[in-house]
């Protein structure tokens, strides 16, 4: 015992000796890795390692043996990877690193099952993620949507802005519930944000809800035609709210003088128009 | 002595320091703030608490200086700061990408602009051009200290990689430790090998004998092994300050050495020189370690410590000194006893002048001490870690830096004891945010951490979405208040791990860098604030920056106590092995002066009293006493009466030795404090360099002065006529 104990010390010194030699040799490593990872799979530097992963050589059984790595870095971007198996996202659902759960939660290999289990999971970071990944379970999402967390219920309409398939399903899933007024919440607030998915911006421009509609006609994301649209809409504030959309182009505006029935709007559209013009 | 007993006395040697080689190798570096902490009953409870309360981890800055912020730049940032903290021993980091709900991001990114996120969040994470991550270590182990060593090595790379970024700072109290680390193993890297070459050079010089070279090294291995095998096992650590005791081994023991070397060689014979060395090594070693125990009265750990096993080392020095020539030097033979090294090329005569000099020179070394008093006195102390390394050191810069751009990274911590229950009820949580609210309007108060700020993040992340529409949590019900901290933990459970005990309720504040002045006013408004907030019981203070205070208010007091036990202890003992009252007020003067020269030089080098100071002036008077014990004890064994005879055969018997070994201590400290760029060490070894050369000179001549008062009468007792 004593003398490993001798041995380790006296190689440990030999080891800072060489350090700084060892730090230069190692970006060399690093920055061979990516070109030929079969190399540097079992490399003695985690940054080495993970670099491995950005080379499309990669194989299977390298990235099972680093979803077992010591550093949780590279078990992150393991998890991140778009060749890891489900089988070895399962694995890595369970790490006790958040990085690394949260990447497996955005991971679009990873499936149902894992994902349900993710979503339980106490840090939010983890999981909210579940909801950027086009396989999470539409239950998942309704059990948030209506939950009387506020802070829950931002994230998820935040991170459904984002995923038209998944908003949609939400939203068909509620319609058949007839959980109209949650519904028509959800649409009001993803309509918000300008970062939404145009698609989702134009299916909102015909929501039967005016005021899902108002918050499409303010988005300054709004495609051109659901603009163009919307300045045709039965209600007037809709349409007002389409004047001052910095999207909308003059020709947009041409049109509603030439047909907007009310005065005041017709006003405000060819005050917007002279202003655009100079 | 027989060969045999020789032979087994040699092999004896050998086996002690195989056996203690491993522990000793095994000693770990350690330079954190707990290693220094001060031995106060208060200090240690109010940790204790904490210790109990809440995880004890400690927290640093990394900042990235970005060319420009936007969301690409922050990305990237980000992916950076995962790159280098995904060490082992970084417990986790806090970042804008990671703590920051994406929503809020997104609110921050279209509506608030990055520029004034930071208003918006718990910690200015994105300010200016930089983006700032807390990382978050373990606490004072090696694994901290491997990890930020890893870092600091790896930035360089990433500052020269990402063309987004154009500098990377790293600050904090681990990071502090770790550079305190690096520049106290100069010791071990640089002054040790140094050393070696340069007392070699003097042996052979002195001695011409590779035989002589062999034992004293054999010798100084042998206390080494044995010493730091002993401070190993019984599970120390080396810091910036226990790092000396090994050079401190080296170096008495090749002082003592020298004194055995020089004996054998006038008594021609081993046992005789051994013999005559007896008594004066064993009163050396007495008052040596006299010196060094007093440092143990001392309530910083590390001065005690070193205080403690330089004191059991001098006890090791003096037993491997004598087993070596028991053993190795009478198997092997040293040959040296033709070299006459007695009063040759020594200028004998002309020291023996100086104690001729007027007893009005004693004027001179009492002038000094009185100067020297005041000196110390006066003498303004630095205890800040940052401080000891140069003005353009790396870890000064960057904390400098971020302090300006960002936040200070001097923690405090305070504990306020609250009401039974999962959840804060409404009163103490107003009590707690008002108080937080006036402890952010303080002066050097940069940011601070607690569950309320969290609380506050997590209701300005709904605010604007929801019905929830009341933005001051210190003005919303009961209910709420209780719904808010519900989401909290459900959402970050381990906030409420960190920030929230059974009975305390945790305020991290990190302020900037003060001295003690500033400290002790800030600490004095947040006692009064507290007080205004009348919560039912009294807080408890504590954290890095109050620790660090400590050591400085007790640095002065160490030393001031230490050297009183000193002088008093290795008096007492002197008086009693040479059996003279007088030895008393004979030997004060001139031991005195060498440590009211080091306390002149402190104004002169315009050196504050620090950690490395401090200890200084005990140790000098340990090792300068060595000289006059072994004077006196050569003048007080000739039993003729005179000074003049008495002090001839003193200097005669013991003049080469104290040249040679005051030569080796003055050149050996003088290379540690000019090759050291760190100050504690600088300081170290200038003074004591300062200390020994005014020691040597006390010696020849302030002592034979005073000698020949004594004997003239003028002091005591006359003991004869002659006067010189």
Known sequence: MKRHKVLTTLLGLLLTCCDSSNTEDMWKRYANASLNPGNYHSDAHYLVRSRTLLSDKISSQALQALAKDSSWYVRSKVAQHEKTTPQILALLAKDEQLQVRRAVAQNGNTSPEVLVELAKDPQWQVRFAVADNDNVPVSILHEWCTSPSHF???????????????????????????????????CSEVARYTCAHPEILRDLSKH??????????????????????????????????????????????????????????????????????? | MNKKIALAVFLLQIITIICFVSPAISVKQNNSVATFMVNSVVAKQNDHTFAQNFPRDETTVLCIELNEINRENIVVAEEIIEQ?????????????????????????????????SSEELIFPFIKQNFYTALVVFEHDNDRQQNAIGNIIHKIPFFIRHYAQISNIHFAGEPVVSYHLGLSSLEVKTKFFPTLIVFCSLVMFWVFRSIGVLIAWLLAIVNALVVSMGIFGLMGNSLNLITNLIPVLIFVLSTAMHMHILLSLTYFEDYISGLKEKLIPNFLVALTTSIGFGSLMVSNVKPIYLLGKYTSISVWIIFATCYITHLGFSLLFGLNLYKKKIHGKGLPQDKIFILGKLNGGWLLVPIAMIALGVVTVVYN???????????????????????????????????????????????????????????????????????????????????????????????????????TMQKQLQENSPHIFTHFVSENYYRIQILCNAIGSEHFHQLKSKINALYAQQKFHKDFIFTGTLDQVIQIQMYLL???????????????????????????????????????ACMACALKVFDFPTTIGTVMVFSIAFGIAVDSTIHLFHSFYRLQQPGFAKKWSYSLAMNISAIWITSFILFGAFLLIGLLSSFLPTTQFGLLLAVGMISAWFGDVSFLPISLRLYTQGLFGKEKNNEAS
């Open chain 1, 152 to 186: 829950t219920k931002k994230e998820l309409f935040y991170r459904l802005a984002h995923h038209y398939d998944t908003f949609r399903k939400l939203r068909d899933l509620l319609d058949n519930k007839n959980e109209t007024a949650i519904a028509e919440k959800m």
């Open chain 1, 208 to 278: 039967p809800n005016y005021e899902v509609r108002l918050q499409v006609a303010q988005n300054s994301s709004t495609p051109a035609d659901c603009l163009q649209d919307l300045a045709k809409d039965e209600d007037e504030s809709v349409r007002s709210e389409v004047i001052y959309n910095s999207s909308t182009t003059k020709e947009i505006l041409e049109a509603m003088i030439a047909t907007e029935e009310d005065e005041d709007i017709k006003e405000e559209a060819q005050d917007m128009l002279d202003e655009k013009e100079e």
């Open chain 2, 84 to 116: 280098l903290v995904s060490e082992p021993g970084v417990v986790r980091h806090h970042s804008f990408l990671l703590d920051t709900p994406p929503s809020l991001q997104f609110q921050i990114d279209e509506q608030i602009g990055w520029q004034k």
């Open chain 2, 380 to 482: 303004s102390s630095e205890s800040n870690g940052l401080k000891y390394f140069p003005q353009h050191h790396t870890i000064r810069e960057n904390s400098a830096y971020i302090q300006k751009n960002i936040t200070g990274s001097s923690g405090i911590e305070i504990l306020i004891p609250k009401p039974q229950g999962k959840f804060l009820e409404e009163n103490f949580y107003r009590q707690v945010a008002l108080f937080e609210q006036q402890l952010k309007a303080l002066e050097h108060i940069r940011h601070t951490i607690s569950l309320n700020q969290y609380l506050r993040f997590a209701t300005k992340s709904t605010i604007g979405f929801s019905e929830y529409e009341e933005e001051d949590l210190t003005i919303a019900s009961s209910t709420t208040l209780e």
């Open chain 2, 557 to 595: 007091q160490s030393m001031g106590e230490s050297l009183f036990f000193t002088v008093l202890f290795s008096l007492i003992l002197m008086t009693l092995f040479l059996k003279n009252i007088h030895v008393i007020y004979l030997a004060i003067i001139p031991n005195l002066f060498p440590i």
